[in-house]
């Protein structure tokens, strides 16, 4: 049988302020400055357009990821955990049950993901054992495209051969498909990951 597929870019940040004695030209660069502010003000639009108030411009929609971990919500649409059962051909079935994934992003580029799952299996028509819950855990790097996340597994620690697919995110929410094989099947499963501010 072939084992479940498991699921599992550096940036450095620098901050120069010089303080120096203000010059003539800075001054004025100021004034220039103060007076545009002025000039954009609501009260200034509100004279300009004879009273009537300026409709304010919208808001930019939100593109950054919230740095942090992620917890799953659901795969394929169904709440957790998930099973998922398939038979070979000699008549052997396959008992994959899909139990938690937690993904935290760090802001320096690297994820780890940590899975819980089980696999058992039995003679076809015979019910499955309750083995206990197997945990797999998988660093990485990530990085971002627009609403698109890619993830890059490090083979040195935990992710050797391993490929997850490219992800997305739109507010507070991930989601990641990713690929596994079942009683010799090939699968693609998506799963909805959630914010969770009380995990560190």
């Given at each position: ?5 498991r699921?599992?870019?550096?940036a ?7 303080f ?5 030209s ?6 220039l400055?103060?007076a545009a502010?002025?000039?954009a003000s ?6 300009r357009?004879?009273?009537?108030t ?13 740095i ?9 649409g169904?709440?957790?955990p998930?099973k ?6 000699h008549?052997?079935?396959f008992?994959?049950?899909f139990d ?5 992003f ?10 819980r799952?089980r696999q058992?299996?039995a ?11 197997q945990r797999?855990?998988v660093?990485?790097a ?6 698109e996340?890619r993830?890059?597994p490090?083979?040195k ?26 009683a ?10 959630l914010?969770?501010?009380?995990i560190i």
């Amino acid at each position: 049988m072939a084992p479940p597929t498991r699921i599992t870019a550096s940036a450095t940040f620098t901050a120069l302020t010089t303080f120096a004695a203000p010059t003539a030209s800075a001054v004025l660069a100021a004034a220039l400055l103060a007076a545009a502010l002025i000039a954009a003000s609501p009260g200034a639009a509100f004279a300009r357009q004879g009273g009537r108030t300026a409709r304010p411009p919208a808001a930019a929609a939100e593109t950054a990821l919230t740095i942090g971990t992620y917890v799953s919500s659901r795969l394929d649409g169904k709440k957790l955990p998930v099973k998922d059962l398939a038979d070979d051909d000699h008549g052997t079935q396959f008992l994959i049950e899909f139990d938690e994934l937690v993904l935290a992003f760090r802001a320096n580029g690297e994820f780890r993901a940590t899975l819980r799952y089980r696999q058992t299996l039995a003679p076809k028509g015979v019910p499955t054992s309750q083995e206990p819950l197997q945990r797999m855990v998988v660093y990485g790097a990530w990085s971002r495209a627009g609403r698109e996340l890619r993830f890059v597994p490090d083979p040195k620690r935990g992710g050797e051969g391993l490929t997850i697919l490219n992800g997305t995110f739109t507010g507070r929410t991930v989601t990641v498909p990713f690929d596994y094989r079942n009683a010799g099947v090939a699968r693609r499963a998506t799963v909805l990951l959630l914010y969770d501010p009380s995990i560190i």
